[in-house]
T-cell receptor
Framework: QQQVKQSPQSLIVQKGGISIINCAYENTAFDYFPWYQQFPGKGPALLIAIRPDVSEKKEGRFTISFNKSAKQFSLHIMDSQPGDSATYFCAASISPGGKLIFGQGTTLQVKP | DSGVTQTPKHLITATGQRVTLRCSPRSGDLSVYWYQQSLDQGLQFLIQYYNGEERAKGNILERFSAQQFPDLHSELNLSSLELGDSALYFC????????????FGPGTRLTVL
């Protein structure tokens, strides 16, 4: 019940296309859902995060869509660029604790 | 640069040995988290300290221990190392005890031979 399931495992998108990564969870006590971006040899970096009181959050080309009833959330990367090529992790946590439960990750390759 | 520093960057050691990984949080952050990243297990939470006190524990082996010092830096001690302990170990820090953005360090790559 503490798991966060992420799909797809890998994704190839053409430059300018939309990248979509999905995550699902079981534990309804989760109330904080961040997405992290990780480049090879680096630590994960927070990209965008959402709480369940909103259904969508947009920051630049990155959008989180959140479906509380389906217990699913997704990351959309609009106008994908080669520089977006990285591994993306969804995560969830329960307030007030900070422990993050991560999905398995999605390796995104954006072809020029 | 997240502002979180970790040393060493790489560590190669033998089975049965003991190592210490060090983490300095961002200035002003009171919480330190340790995560293990491996190919088969992904990113797994190990333990959290908040202002010197243990706050939460994850799937941390009994052979592993951690502490946070008065200057807020933290150390993760791994003992009786096994081949399967080879992984990337990340430290993250946040301002408060939970629900805040966690900033990750660059990690320590541990190789056990």
């Amino acid at each position: 019940q503490q798991q966060v399931k992420q799909s797809p495992q890998s994704l190839i998108v053409q430059k300018g296309g939309i990248s979509i990564i999905n995550c699902a969870y079981e534990n309804t006590a989760f109330d904080y859902f961040p997405w992290y971006q990780q480049f090879p040899g680096k630590g994960p970096a927070l990209l965008i995060a959402i709480r369940p009181d909103v259904s969508e959050k947009k920051e630049g080309r990155f959008t989180i869509s959140f479906n509380k009833s389906a217990k699913q959330f997704s990351l959309h990367i609009m106008d994908s660029q080669p520089g977006d090529s990285a591994t993306y992790f969804c995560a969830a946590s329960i307030s007030p604790g900070g422990k993050l439960i991560f999905g398995q990750g999605t390796t995104l390759q954006v072809k020029p | 640069d997240s502002g979180v520093t970790q040393t060493p960057k790489h560590l190669i050691t033998a089975t049965g040995q003991r190592v210490t990984l060090r983490c300095s949080p961002r200035s002003g952050d009171l919480s330190v988290y340790w995560y293990q990243q491996s190919l088969d297990q992904g990113l797994q939470f190990l333990i959290q300290y908040y202002n010197g006190e243990e706050r939460a524990k994850g799937n941390i082996l009994e052979r592993f221990s951690a502490q946070q010092f008065p200057d807020l830096h933290s150390e993760l001690n791994l003992s009786s190392l096994e081949l399967g302990d080879s992984a990337l170990y990340f430290c993250a820090s946040s301002v408060g005890g939970g629900g805040d953005t966690q900033y990750f360090g660059p990690g320590t790559r541990l190789t056990v031979l």
